[in-house]
């Protein structure tokens, strides 16, 4: 499996019902995922860095009777609410196969600047209807397409493991007791002061506050 473990999976679509069988699925793999409605009061406060693949809904609330180009530019507005210009490569899962209005998304999404690297489109009742199983592997091999980016998710997987495991390592180094905060934070003031080779002093760190270095 080569979805990101580490936060980097959106899902905007205004019918939570139908996409809870993805949200579980993807909660059954270990995969945490960013969930918007793609209504402007529940959309991220600033846009967010580092996505990698979109779950994208095309028929938003408020979307109907508008032409495909209107909706095709309003789907990237919202896109361009959640994900930075500087986010970096990310692939779109569009839940349609309309590829005229797909394709309209794409472009409207490179004049916002966040023009995805690469597309997949597919049929949403189709997949409820399955449970969305087999949807990790049709992803998986629409990656394999775009090597590049399916080494840095694996890439960027392995680092967020490797913190996961440091975090716990670290976090033993003492006691789980009620001085478990004050010893880790001793620990923390020693590894600043053999870094900066003086002592810590309050405009250098916070850690006064836990620990009196």
């Given at each position: 499996?080569?979805?990101?473990s580490s936060g980097r999976i959106v899902i905007i679509d205004?019918?939570?019902?139908?996409?809870?069988?993805?949200?579980?699925?993807?909660?059954?793999?270990?995969?945490?995922?960013?969930?918007?409605?793609?209504?402007?009061?529940?959309?991220?406060?600033?846009?967010?860095?580092?996505?990698?693949?979109?779950?994208?809904?095309?028929?938003?609330?408020?979307?109907?009777?508008?032409?495909?180009k209107s909706k095709a530019s309003a789907v990237a507005n919202?896109?361009?609410?959640?994900?930075?210009?500087?986010?970096?490569?990310?692939?779109?899962?569009?839940?349609?196969?309309?590829?005229?209005?797909?394709?309209?998304?794409?472009?409207?999404?490179?004049?916002?600047?966040?023009?995805?690297?690469?597309?997949?489109?597919?049929?949403?009742?189709?997949?409820?209807?399955?449970?969305?199983?087999?949807?990790?592997?049709?992803?998986?091999?629409?990656?394999?397409?775009?090597?590049a980016l399916l080494l840095l998710i694996q890439w960027d997987?392995?680092?967020?493991?490797?913190?996961?495991?440091?975090?716990?390592?670290?976090?033993?180094?003492?006691?789980?007791?009620?001085?478990?905060?004050?010893?880790?934070?001793?620990?923390?003031?020693?590894?600043?002061?053999?870094?900066?080779?003086?002592?810590?002093?309050?405009?250098?760190?916070?850690?006064?506050?836990?620990?009196?270095?």
């Open positions: 499996m080569n979805l990101s205004d019918k939570l019902e139908e996409v809870m069988p993805l949200i579980e699925s993807l909660s059954q793999m270990g995969a945490p995922y960013f969930y918007f409605s793609g209504n402007e009061d529940q959309l991220p406060k600033s846009p967010m860095k580092g996505i990698r693949i979109v779950f994208l809904d095309i028929e938003l609330d408020g979307f109907a009777g508008i032409n495909d919202v896109l361009s609410k959640v994900i930075s210009k500087q986010n970096g490569p990310f692939t779109v899962v569009f839940w349609t196969k309309h590829r005229e209005i797909t394709q309209d998304v794409i472009h409207y999404c490179k004049i916002a600047g966040i023009m995805p690297i690469t597309n997949l489109e597919l049929d949403k009742l189709e997949c409820m209807k399955n449970m969305y199983k087999g949807l990790p592997d049709v992803i998986d091999e629409k990656l394999k397409e775009i090597g997987n392995l680092v967020h493991k490797s913190s996961t495991e440091f975090f716990f390592d670290f976090s033993s180094l003492v006691p789980a007791d009620e001085d478990w905060s004050k010893n880790i934070s001793g620990i923390l003031c020693t590894m600043a002061e053999a870094e900066l080779g003086k002592k810590v002093s309050n405009n250098d760190t916070n850690l006064r506050q836990h620990q009196d270095c």
